[in-house]
Protein backbone atom coordinates (compact mmCIF):
# COMPACT_ATOMS: atom_id res chain seq x y z
CA UNK A 1 0.00 0.00 0.00
CA UNK A 2 2.56 2.40 0.89
CA UNK A 3 5.67 1.31 -0.61
CA UNK A 4 4.23 1.62 -3.92
CA UNK A 5 3.02 5.13 -3.53
CA UNK A 6 5.49 7.46 -5.17
CA UNK A 7 5.14 10.40 -2.04
CA UNK A 8 6.09 7.64 0.04
CA UNK A 9 9.57 7.04 -1.45
CA UNK A 10 9.96 10.63 -1.89
CA UNK A 11 10.01 11.01 1.79
CA UNK A 12 11.63 7.63 2.20
CA UNK A 13 14.51 8.16 -0.41
CA UNK A 14 17.01 9.89 1.72
CA UNK A 15 16.55 7.39 4.69
CA UNK A 16 17.16 4.44 1.76
CA UNK A 17 20.47 6.01 0.61
CA UNK A 18 21.88 6.74 4.33
CA UNK A 19 21.21 3.32 5.18
CA UNK A 20 22.93 1.93 2.17
CA UNK A 21 25.56 4.36 2.60
CA UNK A 22 25.82 3.51 6.26
CA UNK A 23 25.97 -0.28 6.04
CA UNK A 24 28.57 0.03 3.19
CA UNK A 25 30.78 2.48 5.40
CA UNK A 26 30.56 -0.26 8.42
CA UNK A 27 31.72 -3.44 6.18
CA UNK A 28 34.32 -1.16 4.81
CA UNK A 29 35.77 -0.03 7.96
CA UNK A 30 35.03 -3.82 9.66
CA UNK A 31 36.74 -5.17 6.86
CA UNK A 32 40.11 -3.10 6.86
CA UNK A 33 40.99 -2.75 10.37
CA UNK A 34 39.94 -6.64 10.60
CA UNK A 35 43.11 -7.41 8.79
CA UNK A 36 45.41 -5.11 10.93
CA UNK A 37 46.49 -7.13 14.28
CA UNK A 38 46.88 -5.09 17.69
CA UNK A 39 50.03 -4.88 19.09
CA UNK A 40 48.63 -6.88 22.50
CA UNK A 41 47.95 -9.77 20.27
CA UNK A 42 44.79 -10.32 22.57
CA UNK A 43 41.48 -11.84 20.79
CA UNK A 44 38.45 -10.39 21.30
CA UNK A 45 37.59 -12.76 24.07
CA UNK A 46 40.64 -12.03 25.79
CA UNK A 47 40.10 -8.65 25.75
CA UNK A 48 36.94 -8.64 27.18
CA UNK A 49 37.99 -11.10 30.09
CA UNK A 50 40.81 -8.85 30.90
CA UNK A 51 38.80 -5.71 30.67
CA UNK A 52 36.30 -7.87 33.20
CA UNK A 53 39.31 -8.79 35.22
CA UNK A 54 39.70 -5.26 35.50
CA UNK A 55 36.28 -4.31 36.84
CA UNK A 56 37.62 -1.77 39.41
CA UNK A 57 37.03 0.64 36.51
CA UNK A 58 33.66 0.20 37.40
CA UNK A 59 32.33 1.43 40.83
CA UNK A 60 28.59 -0.64 41.50
CA UNK A 61 26.85 -1.00 44.44
CA UNK A 62 27.78 -4.38 45.66
CA UNK A 63 31.66 -3.64 44.74
CA UNK A 64 31.63 -6.57 42.27
CA UNK A 65 31.88 -4.43 39.09
CA UNK A 66 31.99 -6.98 36.48
CA UNK A 67 32.87 -10.47 38.02
CA UNK A 68 29.47 -11.63 37.01
CA UNK A 69 30.09 -11.35 33.69
CA UNK A 70 30.69 -14.59 31.45
CA UNK A 71 32.02 -14.60 27.93
CA UNK A 72 30.24 -16.87 25.44
CA UNK A 73 30.60 -17.78 21.44
CA UNK A 74 27.43 -17.09 19.31
CA UNK A 75 27.41 -18.03 15.61
CA UNK A 76 26.73 -15.26 12.71
CA UNK A 77 28.64 -12.05 11.83
CA UNK A 78 28.88 -9.33 13.88
CA UNK A 79 26.05 -10.74 16.11
CA UNK A 80 27.84 -9.56 18.49
CA UNK A 81 25.98 -8.20 22.35
CA UNK A 82 25.53 -8.09 25.22
CA UNK A 83 22.99 -9.73 27.28
CA UNK A 84 21.72 -7.90 30.49
CA UNK A 85 19.44 -11.11 32.04
CA UNK A 86 21.55 -13.63 32.28
CA UNK A 87 24.92 -10.76 32.73
CA UNK A 88 26.14 -13.02 29.27
CA UNK A 89 29.02 -11.47 26.76
CA UNK A 90 28.21 -12.85 23.42
CA UNK A 91 30.60 -12.53 20.73
CA UNK A 92 30.88 -13.73 17.15
CA UNK A 93 33.64 -15.84 15.99
CA UNK A 94 34.80 -13.41 14.24
CA UNK A 95 35.49 -10.74 17.10
CA UNK A 96 36.14 -13.44 20.12
CA UNK A 97 38.84 -15.44 17.94
CA UNK A 98 40.95 -12.48 16.53
CA UNK A 99 42.94 -10.13 17.43
CA UNK A 100 42.52 -7.55 14.97
CA UNK A 101 42.03 -3.88 15.86
CA UNK A 102 38.60 -4.65 14.64
CA UNK A 103 37.47 -7.31 16.79
CA UNK A 104 39.22 -5.97 20.34
CA UNK A 105 37.24 -2.39 19.53
CA UNK A 106 33.54 -4.55 18.79
CA UNK A 107 34.62 -6.59 22.04
CA UNK A 108 34.89 -3.28 24.59
CA UNK A 109 32.36 -2.07 23.03
CA UNK A 110 29.54 -4.86 24.35
CA UNK A 111 31.50 -4.49 27.24
CA UNK A 112 30.58 -0.81 27.73
CA UNK A 113 26.98 -1.98 27.66
CA UNK A 114 28.09 -4.40 30.52
CA UNK A 115 29.89 -1.90 32.75
CA UNK A 116 26.48 0.59 32.06
CA UNK A 117 24.63 -2.46 33.20
CA UNK A 118 26.64 -2.67 36.75
CA UNK A 119 26.01 0.87 37.31
CA UNK A 120 22.46 1.05 36.19
CA UNK A 121 23.19 4.00 33.46
CA UNK A 122 19.87 5.65 33.38
CA UNK A 123 19.89 5.71 29.13
CA UNK A 124 19.54 2.37 29.70
CA UNK A 125 17.37 1.15 31.53
CA UNK A 126 14.83 3.62 29.70
CA UNK A 127 15.74 2.14 26.43
CA UNK A 128 15.07 -1.50 28.20
CA UNK A 129 11.48 -0.06 29.63
CA UNK A 130 10.30 0.74 26.16
CA UNK A 131 10.88 -2.53 24.93
CA UNK A 132 7.92 -4.27 25.14
CA UNK A 133 5.74 -0.82 24.22
CA UNK A 134 7.93 -0.78 21.06
CA UNK A 135 7.41 -4.34 20.54
CA UNK A 136 3.51 -3.71 20.31
CA UNK A 137 3.70 -0.67 18.16
CA UNK A 138 5.42 -1.97 15.64
CA UNK A 139 3.11 -4.14 14.47
CA UNK A 140 -0.33 -2.63 16.32
CA UNK A 141 0.48 1.07 14.64
CA UNK A 142 0.53 -0.07 11.03
CA UNK A 143 -2.40 -1.98 11.93
CA UNK A 144 -4.20 0.96 13.08
CA UNK A 145 -3.11 3.09 10.53
CA UNK A 146 -4.01 0.79 7.61
CA UNK A 147 -7.52 0.42 9.15
CA UNK A 148 -7.71 3.90 9.61
CA UNK A 149 -7.06 5.23 6.34
CA UNK A 150 -9.50 1.79 5.00
CA UNK A 151 -12.43 3.15 6.52
CA UNK A 152 -11.54 6.85 6.34
CA UNK A 153 -11.08 6.82 10.34
CA UNK A 154 -8.63 9.96 10.50
CA UNK A 155 -8.75 9.84 14.40
CA UNK A 156 -7.88 6.15 14.27
CA UNK A 157 -5.07 5.97 11.92
CA UNK A 158 -3.70 9.43 14.01
CA UNK A 159 -3.67 7.14 16.98
CA UNK A 160 -1.93 4.41 15.27
CA UNK A 161 0.98 7.05 14.02
CA UNK A 162 0.67 7.53 18.15
CA UNK A 163 1.33 4.17 18.56
CA UNK A 164 4.08 3.61 15.68
CA UNK A 165 6.04 6.93 17.01
CA UNK A 166 7.22 4.58 20.18
CA UNK A 167 9.81 3.16 17.27
CA UNK A 168 11.09 6.55 16.85
CA UNK A 169 11.29 7.45 20.75
CA UNK A 170 13.51 4.39 20.96
CA UNK A 171 15.34 4.60 18.10
CA UNK A 172 16.69 8.10 19.91
CA UNK A 173 16.85 6.52 23.34
CA UNK A 174 19.46 4.05 21.29
CA UNK A 175 21.67 6.86 20.28
CA UNK A 176 23.16 7.77 23.91
CA UNK A 177 23.88 4.39 25.15
CA UNK A 178 25.70 3.44 22.46
CA UNK A 179 27.47 6.60 21.88
CA UNK A 180 28.76 6.10 25.34
CA UNK A 181 29.40 2.09 25.54
CA UNK A 182 31.61 3.38 22.72
CA UNK A 183 33.30 5.91 24.95
CA UNK A 184 34.07 3.63 27.53
CA UNK A 185 35.48 1.27 25.34
CA UNK A 186 37.81 3.69 24.02
CA UNK A 187 38.52 4.88 27.28
CA UNK A 188 39.04 1.07 28.84
CA UNK A 189 41.26 0.36 25.66
CA UNK A 190 43.41 3.50 26.19
CA UNK A 191 43.71 2.81 30.15
CA UNK A 192 44.67 -0.99 30.14
CA UNK A 193 47.08 -0.57 27.59
CA UNK A 194 45.91 -2.68 25.08
CA UNK A 195 45.78 -0.21 22.23
CA UNK A 196 49.11 1.39 22.10
CA UNK A 197 49.58 3.09 18.78
CA UNK A 198 47.94 5.83 17.24
CA UNK A 199 46.84 3.43 14.27
CA UNK A 200 45.34 1.56 16.83
CA UNK A 201 43.39 4.44 18.45
CA UNK A 202 42.10 5.38 14.74
CA UNK A 203 41.06 1.89 13.76
CA UNK A 204 39.19 1.56 17.16
CA UNK A 205 37.27 5.04 16.35
CA UNK A 206 36.78 4.60 12.57
CA UNK A 207 35.15 0.88 13.41
CA UNK A 208 33.12 2.77 16.74
CA UNK A 209 32.58 6.11 14.43
CA UNK A 210 30.87 3.39 11.97
CA UNK A 211 28.82 1.46 13.82
CA UNK A 212 27.48 4.62 15.66
CA UNK A 213 26.37 5.39 12.26
CA UNK A 214 23.97 2.84 11.69
CA UNK A 215 21.77 3.94 14.96
CA UNK A 216 21.77 7.77 13.97
CA UNK A 217 20.42 6.37 10.59
CA UNK A 218 17.82 4.01 11.86
CA UNK A 219 16.53 7.67 14.10
CA UNK A 220 16.38 8.93 10.20
CA UNK A 221 14.48 6.42 8.91
CA UNK A 222 11.76 6.16 11.87
CA UNK A 223 11.37 10.08 11.78
CA UNK A 224 10.75 10.04 7.90
CA UNK A 225 7.78 7.25 8.26
CA UNK A 226 6.39 9.71 11.06
CA UNK A 227 6.55 12.53 8.85
CA UNK A 228 5.02 10.82 6.02
CA UNK A 229 2.38 9.06 7.87
CA UNK A 230 1.58 12.71 9.55
CA UNK A 231 1.00 14.00 6.17
CA UNK A 232 -0.91 11.43 4.88
CA UNK A 233 -3.53 12.17 7.38
CA UNK A 234 -3.15 15.78 7.35
CA UNK A 235 -3.89 15.82 3.71
CA UNK A 236 -7.00 13.67 4.64
CA UNK A 237 -7.81 15.91 7.03
CA UNK A 238 -8.36 18.24 4.62
Known sequence: MF?????????MAPAFILMMLTSWYVKSAYNKWSKVPSSSRLTGAQVAQRLINSS???TTGDGRGLLDVRIQGIGGNLSDHYDPRTKTLRLSQGVANSS???AIAVAAHELG???QD????????FR??????VNVGSWLGWILIMVGLFLNMVNLAWLGVLVFSGGAVFALATLPVELNASARAKQLLAETGIIQSEQERRGVNNVLNAAALTYVAALVTAVLQLLYFASLLTGRRR
Open 128 to 133: AALVPA
Open 118 to 125: AEDYLPLR
Open 56 to 58: AYV
Open 100 to 102: SVA
Open 3 to 11: FYNPTYLLF
Open 113 to 115: HAM
